[in-house]
């Protein structure tokens, strides 16, 4: 399955392609009992999808064997033992991808000319994505972290290594010129490497940074300048090899304690902005304001979820399954708001209960 929603990976997504782009959308379990039902739910979604293909008059006969090939493909990779809360499985023709999304999503098969992105978007934004640099005299590694997990980002050159033997220590030893490890110049350089590469990750990627090291390589990082705002420096040794579940530990009360200062800052952000009259709250409002590219801010509480329909200009409540009805807005406003180049904050459930659960600091 795909790991990693990026720009690139979006924006390839997005991308036009031959009628029918297929989407299947469904909600999955993490435990038993609920999950014994998902392999039923996909195979339903699954001969829907192929009556849908079956019985568009505009998909040309060739193209839809390639696209139902494609669908077993990608049906075959599904792992439903290991799902989280939302599957979305794309297919177009000689292609497909599989998803296995931390947010719950609703079930659907969109056939269009792209595919739906927004449910990906949502989750992407939602996970709250950190990096990790654990550092070593002999080893620099990079993870990819969310509150839930961290895994290690072999790529962008890292991880860095290099051997420690050094064939002139037995001299230096003997008239006492061998220096500390993170004293000697190769250290040095070996660190100002790992530095250099750690700029270009955070220049294409930005995300919170997290420093994980002994206490003599935090200082020798330090001298060489903050490869980021804000980085948290973690003092803890021997974790450049991992492993993952060690890692995410050590980094878990630093990574809390930022996420609730930051919720603070948010509500206080959001209190400033609707005295200055520059303020959504609720769910119309603030679909609004994304859609008119109006909203800066939009936060949204964790588990948000509501069906509406759209009358007369606004959104109004509705019962899943009505006419018109529409279950993933908090997902649309979230991509639309991103799109429009707002920020988008996800908040523990409770934090927006007078606001309606969803707001926004607005432009103008």
């Known amino acids: 399955m795909n790991p990693v929603l990026s720009s690139e990976v979006l924006a390839e997504l997005r991308r036009p392609r031959p009628y029918p782009a297929v989407s299947l959308v469904m909600p999955t379990h993490r435990r038993e009992p609920d999950n014994a039902q998902d392999q039923v739910?996909?195979?339903?979604?699954?001969?829907?999808?192929e009556k849908a293909l079956t019985q568009d008059p505009d998909v040309p006969r060739e193209r839809r064997v390639d696209i139902l090939d494609e669908l077993g493909r990608a049906a075959a990779e599904v792992d439903l033992v290991h799902a989280e809360d939302g599957l979305v499985i794309h297919v177009a023709q000689g292609e497909h991808q599989v998803w296995s999304l931390p947010r719950v999503v609703p079930e659907r098969v969109v056939l269009s000319d792209t595919f739906l992105t927004r449910n990906l978007v949502a989750a992407a934004a939602a996970e709250r994505p950190y990096w990790v640099l654990a550092v070593a005299a002999d080893r620099v590694s990079l993870w990819s972290g969310d509150p839930e997990r961290v895994v290690e980002a072999e790529h962008d050159g890292f991880p860095l290594t290099r051997s420690l033997e050094d064939p002139d220590a037995e001299r230096k030893e003997r008239i006492g010129d061998l220096p500390s490890t993170f004293r000697d110049e190769a250290t040095r350089q070996f660190l100002r490497e790992a530095h250099e590469k750690l700029r270009?990750?955070?220049d294409a990627e930005p995300r919170p940074l997290y420093v994980l090291g002994s206490a003599e390589a935090l200082a020798l990082l330090e001298e060489l300048g903050p490869p980021a705002p804000e980085t948290v420096a973690v003092e803890h040794g021997g974790l450049a090899d991992g492993p993952a579940a060690a890692v995410h530990r050590a980094v878990e009360p630093?990574?809390?304690?930022?996420?609730?200062?930051?919720?603070?800052?948010?509500?206080?952000?959001?209190?400033a902005a609707r005295g200055r009259r520059e303020f959504a709250g609720g769910i119309d409002e603030v679909w609004l304001a994304a859609k008119e590219g109006r909203a800066r801010v939009v936060a949204v509480e964790d588990d948000y979820r509501t069906v509406v329909r759209e009358e007369g200009g606004h959104l109004e409540p509705a019962g899943s399954g009505e006419p018109g009805a529409r279950d993933d807005m908090v997902d649309e406003i979230v991509e639309r708001a991103l799109d429009t180049g707002a920020e988008v904050r996800f908040v523990p459930t409770g934090t927006l209960a007078d606001e309606g659960r969803i707001a926004a600091v607005l432009r103008y």
């Open 41 to 49: 739910r996909l195979r339903n979604l699954l001969t829907e999808a």
């Open 200 to 202: 270009a990750v955070l």
């Open 254 to 271: 630093s990574r809390t304690a930022r996420e609730t200062a930051a919720v603070s800052a948010l509500v206080t952000e959001l209190d």
